[in-house]
């Protein structure tokens, strides 16, 4: 893959592309509201006529993020869907017919934050109390700080005792909020993983969301599309494996990488280091989603 290209600012982008599938925490906002520039350049897209997606990992419905996207002043009428890995999780449940889904019971323990249970109803799980009586842990959200990956170790040991398998639907390891990262659903996923524990994943980089955007967008073709956003894990390489562009956006999760002042050879060095530490290469690298 050639070397990617670095931009001082989105226009050349808007330029290039007919349609933008757009991450949304590190890219769109902090977890608390808009970064600077980001309402602008939606609107300036939206008014040239050209398809915005978003595409989340959040566990939550597609309905939940697109309530929380308006309270912190995005205008919903810019997007043609909001996709998130929940919704998509919850469809794949409603279904039953493709992996992974069809290859999980019935009883299930739900992992969630603020009690969330949107994400099993009217599918046909049963959701248990006590994790001896489940088939599978779903795992769609974890709790916010103070709470840390320890505090679940007990349920997740439970679990590995057991051999029950664990759908994630938030792949994610870390999550921008404010100028912090906080606990992710991911983090729990690989661990279990590594203790030997079985997982499937719904999500980015996964296959499933990215068949969702192209539903939304049809009748343009993968060369005319870009996917944004600042986890070269997922954002990137889910861009690189559908086929699709990627600009990578380096204010988010590794702004720790790109410190003010860097020079563009370091930031190049950077992008390469990132690329083979996580797998994903994008063809465009931008400081944000400013014009």
Same mark, same amino acid.
């Given at each position: ?214 539903? $939304?967008?049809?009748?343009?073709? %993968? !060369? @005319?599309? &870009?996917?944004? =956003?600042?986890?070269? /894990?997922?954002?990137?390489? +889910? $861009?690189?494996?559908?086929?699709? %562009? !990627? @600009?990578? &956006?380096?204010? =988010?999760?590794?702004? /720790?990488?790109?410190?003010? +002042? ?7 060095? @950077? ?21």
């Amino acid at each position: 893959m050639p070397q990617p290209q670095l931009l001082s600012g989105f226009a050349p982008l808007a330029e290039r592309y007919d349609a933008f599938i757009l991450d949304q925490w590190g890219v769109l906002h902090d977890g608390i509201r808009p970064y600077p520039g980001v309402l602008d350049t939606l609107e300036r897209l939206h008014r040239a006529g050209k398809k915005i997606v978003l595409l989340s990992n959040s566990g939550r419905r597609a309905e939940f993020s697109a309530r929380q996207l308006a309270r912190r002043g995005f205008d919903l009428s810019q997007f043609s869907a909001v996709v998130t890995s929940g919704e998509t999780g919850w469809q794949g449940f409603r279904h039953r017919k493709e992996p992974p889904f069809t290859g999980f019971g019935r009883r299930c323990l739900l992992v969630t934050r603020d009690g969330d249970r949107t994400v099993a109803e009217g599918v046909g799980l049963d959701l248990v109390d006590d994790v001896e009586d489940a088939e599978f842990i779903y795992l769609s959200g974890v709790e916010p700080p103070p709470v840390v990956a320890e505090d679940y170790s007990p349920l997740l040991d439970k679990a590995l005792a057991l051999g029950l398998p664990i759908l994630c639907t938030n792949p994610d390891l870390v999550a921008v909020s404010g100028t912090d990262l906080a606990l992710a659903p991911g983090t729990l996923a690989v661990r279990y993983e590594a203790a030997g524990g079985r997982v499937a994943y719904v999500g980015k980089p996964h296959a499933p969301v990215y068949r969702a955007c192209r539903t $939304a967008l049809p009748g343009i073709a %993968a !060369s @005319a599309i &870009v996917c944004v =956003g600042d986890s070269t /894990a997922h954002d990137i390489k +889910g $861009a690189n494996d559908a086929g699709l %562009a !990627s @600009a990578f &956006v380096t204010n =988010g999760i590794h702004a /720790a990488e790109f410190p003010p +002042g860097t020079d563009d050879e370091a930031k190049l060095a @950077a992008v390469e280091h990132l690329a083979r530490s996580h797998g994903g290469r994008p063809d465009w690298v931008i400081p944000s989603l400013a014009w």
